[in-house]
């Protein structure tokens, strides 16, 4: 079994930082792209940063200068830097990850539970 366990959500006023890390645990035998993504409640759910194994990574444009997203591939951990957050990056943030299982195994994407992330005003 497979588990992505996020941490470091809270309460942060605008302009503030916030540092989020997701933990992949289980049978793994490597894993590809981790992602961040965010949900406001009403809304869809919405790619934030991804990062390949290879330290490749992309953003959205809305967080594009302020959000940076790093991992630790020896620890199975993706990180979020988020700075200078606006009232607009409120959600719940969520990580998934790329992971093959074994060595001959397909790739699946599995998902964490998420973490709120509030941003006052």
């Known amino acids: 079994q497979v588990q992505l366990v996020e941490s470091g959500g809270g309460l942060v006023q605008a302009g503030g930082s916030l540092r989020l890390s997701c933990a992949a645990s289980g049978r793994i035998f490597s894993i590809n792209t981790m992602n961040w993504y965010r949900q406001a409640p009403g809304k869809q759910r919405d790619l934030v940063a991804a990062?390949?194994?290879?330290?490749?990574?992309n953003y959205a444009d809305s967080v594009k200068g302020r959000f940076t997203i790093s991992r630790d591939n020896a620890k199975n951990m993706v990180y979020l830097q988020m700075n200078s957050l606006k009232p607009e990056d409120a959600a719940v943030y969520v990580c998934?990850?790329?992971?093959?299982?074994?060595?001959?195994?397909?790739?699946?994407?599995?998902w964490g539970q998420g973490t709120q992330v509030t941003v006052s005003s």
């Open positions: 990062i390949t194994s290879g330290g490749s990574t």
């Open positions: 998934s990850a790329e992971i093959l299982r074994t060595r001959f195994s397909y790739s699946q994407v599995y």
